[in-house]
T-cell receptor
Framework: DTEVTQTPKHLVMGMTNKKSLKCEQHMGHRAMYWYKQKAKKPPELMFVYSYEKLSINESVPSRFSPECPNSSLLNLHLHALQPEDSALYLC?????????????FGQGTRLTVV | SQELEQSPQSLIVQEGKNLTINCTSSKTLYGLYWYKQKYGEGLIFLMMLQKGGEEKSHEKITAKLDEKKQQSSLHITASQPSHAGIYLCGAAMKTSYDKVIFGPGTSLSVIP
């Protein structure tokens, strides 16, 4: 099983809403990642978790709040987003934080902020 | 400026033709990855290269990493419509080995 599952697939939210994106993997990977991808652009790294601890935050605004409740789950809590935050949000996992191992990506959540 | 560059930006080929996509870095790479993405979907892992001079193949796709570990090429033999998509190279730099950045992507269309 090399699957990373993201839910929901699509999300539309208002600027005053609070919502969460969920990511799950059962490969025993200890590193998990959130990426943001705008249309026709490559994915940009947002956060890296290693052994359930936040190890990299790429200066992401506080309206994005990641959480790793256990080694299989990664959440991204969203609050007071702006329309420019609309994008495809991708979750990925790899065996370790060291890029010696390949990262597997989920199908993404298409987020629209209205 | 981008740390990783890809060429060409887009490519349209006739089914059955061979093609090559290049990925170039101005810095020495710690690891180089190739992914394929269909529009609006997740990334599909293709190959990972780490050693200078390394070459890997999977079905009709071959990827090479040059000796200096600053350039990689992805070669598709006898292209098929199923090869269509966006090809992204991703790399970790020696200065930040745990952070993978992506090139801008190459959009491939294969005409039947």
């Amino acid at each position: 099983d090399t699957e990373v599952t993201q839910t929901p697939k699509h999300l539309v939210m208002g600027m005053t809403n609070k919502k969460s994106l969920k990511c799950e993997q059962h490969m025993g990977h200890r590193a998990m990642y959130w990426y943001k991808q705008k249309a026709k652009k490559p994915p940009e790294l947002m956060f890296v978790y290693s052994y359930e601890k936040l190890s990299i935050n790429e200066s992401v605004p506080s309206r994005f709040s990641p959480e790793c409740p256990n080694s299989s789950l990664l959440n991204l809590h969203l609050h007071a987003l702006q329309p420019e935050d609309s994008a495809l949000y991708l979750c990925a996992s790899s065996q370790y934080r060291d890029s010696n191992t390949e990262a597997f990506f989920g199908q993404g959540t298409r987020l629209t902020v209205v | 400026s981008q740390e990783l560059e890809q060429s060409p930006q887009s490519l349209i080929v006739q089914e059955g033709k061979n093609l090559t996509i290049n990925c170039t870095s101005s810095k020495t790479l710690y690891g180089l990855y190739w992914y394929k993405q269909k529009y609006g979907e997740g990334l599909i892992f293709l190959m990972m290269l780490q050693k200078g001079g390394e070459e890997k193949s999977h079905e009709k796709i071959t990827a090479k990493l040059d000796e200096k570990k600053q350039q990689s090429s992805l070669h598709i033999t006898a292209s098929q419509p199923s090869h269509a998509g966006i090809y992204l190279c991703g790399a970790a730099m020696k200065t930040s080995y745990d952070k993978v950045i992506f090139g801008p992507g190459t959009s491939l269309s294969v005409i039947p």
